[in-house]
T-cell receptor
Framework: AQSVTQLGSHVSVSEGALVLLRCNYSSSVPPYLFWYVQYPNQGLQLLLKYTTGATLVKGINGFEAEFKKSETSFHLTKPSAHMSDAAEYFCAVSDRAGGFKTIFGAGTRLFVKA | SQTIHQWPATLVQPVGSPLSLECTVEGTSNPNLYWYRQAAGRGLQLLFYSVGIGQISSEVPQNLSASRPQDRQFILSSKKLLLSDSGFYLC???????????FGPGTRLTVL
């Protein structure tokens, strides 16, 4: 069985500061890992994903995440927060073995202060 | 390019009334389709997924049902709504054999 834990339901940073959103996963098979972003009253958009290969994955809007198998983590970072980054972020894991059902974390709401 | 539509965008329904939410996908064939619910302050809960017409898998027992009458149409229904059915309902699709899901704009359902 797979699961995802996002540490911190709310994170607040100042504009220009580092953004760090934490995600740990559990999977009995090699995972596919994702970060999605959701702006208010909208659907989710894919930020980035890890499938195979390079463990540091770059996504849209300056975000990146690093797959660390030994730590079962896939934390999302951005060097400098912008006001437009304020949104809810979801980490997700899916199963490579087939079916491609994706398990989502509970989400972390990012607040950006001016 | 592919697009996904959901309607209505918002809905207010009394307890005990029926429900029908519709999702359609354009620009792709034989997609995997998904219904999720997002309750206030909580993550996404997978409700149903479908790998083909008439093929529905239910993830959570509840008073909701899903149907897929056409290849690119996915409907979420209920005969009698409960207060606990309030939430944000998201439809998504993916290409079979691939990993990324693409989400619709969602339907905000309020049951009073």
């Amino acid at each position: 069985a797979q699961s995802v834990t996002q540490l911190g339901s709310h994170v607040s940073v100042s504009e220009g500061a580092l953004v760090l959103l934490r995600c740990n996963y559990s999977s009995s098979v090699p995972p596919y890992l994702f970060w999605y972003v959701q702006y208010p009253n909208q659907g989710l958009q894919l930020l980035l994903k890890y499938t195979t290969g390079a463990t540091l994955v770059k996504g849209i809007n300056g975000f990146e995440a690093e797959f660390k198998k030994s730590e079962t983590s896939f934390h999302l970072t951005k060097p400098s927060a912008h006001m437009s980054d304020a949104a809810e972020y979801f980490c997700a894991v899916s199963d490579r073995a087939g079916g491609f059902k994706t398990i989502f974390g509970a989400g972390t709401r990012l607040f950006v202060k001016a | 390019s592919q697009t996904i539509h959901q309607w209505p965008a918002t809905l207010v329904q009394p307890v005990g009334s029926p429900l029908s939410l519709e999702c359609t996908v354009e620009g792709t064939s034989n997609p995997n389709l998904y219904w999720y619910r997002q309750a206030a302050g909580r993550g996404l809960q997978l409700l149903f997924y479908s790998v083909g017409i008439g093929q529905i898998s239910s993830e959570v027992p509840q008073n909701l049902s899903a149907s897929r009458p056409q290849d690119r149409q996915f409907i979420l229904s209920s005969k009698k709504l409960l207060l606990s059915d309030s939430g944000f309902y998201l439809c998504a699709w993916s290409t079979p054999g691939t990993d990324t899901q693409y989400f619709g704009p969602g339907t905000r359902l309020t049951v009073l």
